[in-house]
């Protein structure tokens, strides 16, 4: 298995990928940093080496290669942390915003409610104004009914009389 990574690697190093993309591409596939740091090595020896000669397996070199890995996994780590940085930037501007604008929304229902209310104590006013006018009409109908219950017998009889003395005059 440790072969087919070094030899991926060569190949990948030949199609002019860097070893922190190489490292980011085997760590995303589940090998873990010994093995890539294992095959990176392996394969700068074989790279190293003319490709008639076997493969004889080498110790690990701690010293360069370790120093160069932990500059790839800090690299890598600060990458993460500065996109996580500005994704948790940006979140927090739209929080913000939305925040402004739920505000102003709850500003904008307060005034649409006093404006309700407004309209409804204006519609009740005018309600109770116009029943106002409805009894002091009744209350006027009722007072000429009254009085024309009262005038009209005296105003019939007055035109009855006046008609017969008219009558007789024109005879």
Same mark, same amino acid.
């Given at each position: 298995?440790?072969?087919?990574?070094?030899?991926?690697?060569?190949?990948?190093?030949?199609?002019?990928?860097?070893?922190?993309?190489?490292?980011?591409?085997?760590?995303?596939?589940?090998?873990? =940093?010994?093995?890539?740091?294992?095959?990176?090595?392996?394969?700068?020896?074989?790279?190293?080496?003319?490709?008639?000669? =076997?493969?004889?397996?080498?110790? =690990?070199?701690?010293?360069?290669?370790?120093?160069?890995?932990?500059?790839?996994?800090?690299?890598?780590?600060?990458?993460?942390?500065?996109?996580?940085?500005?994704?948790?930037?940006?979140?927090?501007?739209?929080?913000?915003?939305?925040?402004?604008?739920?505000?102003?929304?709850?500003?904008?229902?307060?005034?649409?409610?006093?404006?309700?209310?407004?309209?409804?104590?204006?519609?009740?006013?005018?309600?109770?104004?116009?029943?106002?006018?409805?009894?002091?009409?009744?209350?006027?109908?009722?007072?000429?009914?009254?009085?024309?219950?009262?005038?009209? =017998?005296?105003?019939?009889?007055?035109?009855?009389?006046?008609?017969?003395?008219?009558?007789?005059?024109?005879?």
């Amino acid at each position: 298995m440790v072969n087919e990574l070094v030899e991926a690697i060569v190949q990948m190093r030949k199609d002019g990928y860097s070893d922190s993309e190489i490292i980011q591409a085997f760590s995303s596939q589940g090998y873990s =940093p010994k093995e890539i740091e294992k095959a990176l090595e392996e394969a700068n020896q074989v790279s190293a080496e003319p490709a008639y000669y =076997p493969q004889a397996p080498t110790p =690990p070199q701690p010293s360069a290669g370790e120093t160069d890995w932990e500059e790839v996994i800090e690299s890598i780590v600060e990458d993460k942390i500065r996109a996580v940085t500005r994704e948790f930037s940006e979140l927090q501007s739209w929080k913000e915003r939305a925040h402004v604008k739920l505000e102003k929304l709850e500003q904008s229902v307060d005034d649409l409610k006093k404006n309700v209310l407004g309209l409804q104590k204006a519609m009740l006013g005018k309600v109770e104004e116009y029943e106002r006018g409805l009894l002091d009409v009744g209350t006027e109908l009722k007072a000429m009914q009254k009085v024309f219950k009262e005038a009209l =017998p005296e105003l019939t009889k007055n035109i009855s009389e006046l008609s017969r003395i008219t009558k007789g005059k024109k005879k």
